[in-house]
């Protein structure tokens, strides 16, 4: 079984930046798949980026893609961290940004929220 402990989240100004990150263990995590998503309230919860692990693939959100980075650090088999750049934050991306973990590859994975695992979640909140 996979664990995920989300961290980073907070308050920035519009045009501030944050870094998020989720510290992924318990399970071989060559072949697995880590994601962010994000669900404000009133709407539903979207995906924003996810990573594959063997093949790195990555996707974006499109209202993202210019202003968020996803990376890992695939520093052993068992542990790894994935990381999420917020930069040029917007109001609109206030939200609570959850981690997750997931066998699915990056597009569809993000795309359709198919994920086994999900973190507790880290709040962001951009705001002047």
């Known amino acids: 079984q996979v664990q995920l402990v989300e961290s980073g989240g907070g308050l920035a100004q519009p045009g501030g ?56 650090d695939n520093a052993k088999t068992t542990e790894d961290t994935v990381y999420l750049q917020l930069n040029d934050l917007k109001p609109e991306d206030t939200a609570l940004y959850y981690c997750a973990a997931s066998f699915t590859a990056a597009q569809p994975m993000c795309e359709t929220q198919r994920a086994g695992v999900w973190g507790q979640g880290t709040q962001v909140t951009v705001s002047s």
């Open 17 to 72: 930046s944050l870094r998020l990150s989720c510290q992924a263990s318990g399970y071989t995590l060559d072949y697995v798949t880590l994601g962010w998503f994000r669900q404000a309230p009133g709407k539903e919860r979207e995906g924003v980026s996810c990573i594959g692990g063997s093949d790195g693939s990555i996707y974006y959100k499109a209202s993202v893609k210019d202003r968020f980075t996803i990376s890992r």
